[in-house]
């Protein structure tokens, strides 16, 4: 069995929101398994499925940047507020969206290999940031969507680069509002915090774990078994709402889906639109800002 330490209780506490005690049992329960002891939760109702770390965090900035039909989301992060709100620190996060964006480089290490504008690569230039600002400074993460003809790229950025979304929006024909379009779905997005486009990209393992968490619940319940499997498909179903995009409630109208406010827009436009793909970055999601005060009370709990 492995060893529950301070450490996996804190870390499973940030990912679920549950108590310390709760987290401490469920561990145990599961034999350290961080996965299993996670389900054992939310059978029980302690933890929610999307449940975000609320003590991460990290400063810095998510930016968009555009080159014709290439479409950039990168986060750049430095240590504290004060930096990230300076104009050099913009200014770098900038530059890299346009490097990206003119890139073939697939990972972050690839990138810092890239020849940087006006002479080294990204890695140096990055060092040399570092130097003159004082803080330490990473590009942490960025995708790139190339458009395919009739689709527009679109993006917004939140509370100053909080949080980021960029969408690909695919339309059968040439239209005006193709971007508009993208850019309101974006919105929604950075909202609603969706997981997949649609039920097809939902994974079997994702499935599987919402199936068995819902059966539980729902076999706790002593309705017959006929019953039981009603309430599973209901909580399926809530669970696609939840997390797949097109399913989800329109944010600037709940009584439509967002699907719905697409198709409607393309009736509009006497197009097709297609949502392909997006990606939401949130600032310092999973990177661990250190708390000595928490570190402390998790221990505690330990003895």
């Known amino acids: 069995m492995t060893q529950i330490t301070a450490a996996m209780v804190k870390e499973l506490r940030e990912q679920t929101g549950a108590g310390m005690m709760d987290v401490k049992s469920a561990l145990t329960e599961a034999g350290g398994n961080m996965e299993e002891a996670t389900k054992i ?45 300076t104009d050099a620190f913009r200014e770098f996060a900038n530059a890299v969206a346009k490097v990206i964006a003119g890139s073939k480089a697939n990972t972050v290490e690839e990138l810092n290999d890239d020849a940087w504008p006006g ?12 130097a003159s600002i004082k803080e330490n400074i990473t590009i942490r993460r960025f995708a790139r969507f190339v458009a395919p003809d009739g689709g527009a790229i679109a993006s917004y950025i939140h509370a100053g680069g909080k949080i980021g979304v960029m969408v690909e929006l695919v339309a059968n024909k040439a239209g005006d509002k193709t971007h508009e379009v993208a850019r309101d779905v974006a919105m929604h997005i950075a909202a609603a915090e969706p997981r997949f486009v649609h039920r097809a990209e939902v994974t079997q393992k994702d499935l599987d774990t919402e199936r068995e968490i819902a059966r539980d619940q729902a076999a706790k319940s002593g309705k017959p078994e006929n019953i039981v499997e009603k309430m599973v498909s209901g909580k399926m179903e809530k669970f696609y709402a939840e997390t797949c995009l097109l399913e989800q409630p329109y944010i600037r109208n709940d ?13 509009d436009a006497g197009c097709e639109y297609t949502v392909t793909r997006f990606v939401r970055y949130k600032l310092g999601e999973g990177i661990e800002k250190k708390s000595d005060d928490f570190a402390a009370e998790v221990a505690s709990y330990m003895k």
Do not use: H, P
């Not at 002479?119 to 570092?130: A, F, L, R, S």
């Not at 009584?255 to 009736?267: C, F, N």
């Open 41 to 85: 939760l939310r059978k029980k109702g302690l933890a929610a499925a999307s449940k975000k770390a609320g003590r991460v965090t990290s400063e810095g900035a998510v930016v968009a940047a555009y080159e014709g039909n290439v479409g950039v989301l990168v986060e750049v992060n430095c240590e504290t507020d004060f930096v990230a709100r």
């Open 255 to 267: 009584k439509q889906s967002v699907g719905d406010y697409v198709q409607s827009q393309a009736k």
């Open 119 to 130: 002479g080294g690569t990204v890695g140096e230039k990055t060092k040399e940031v570092i």
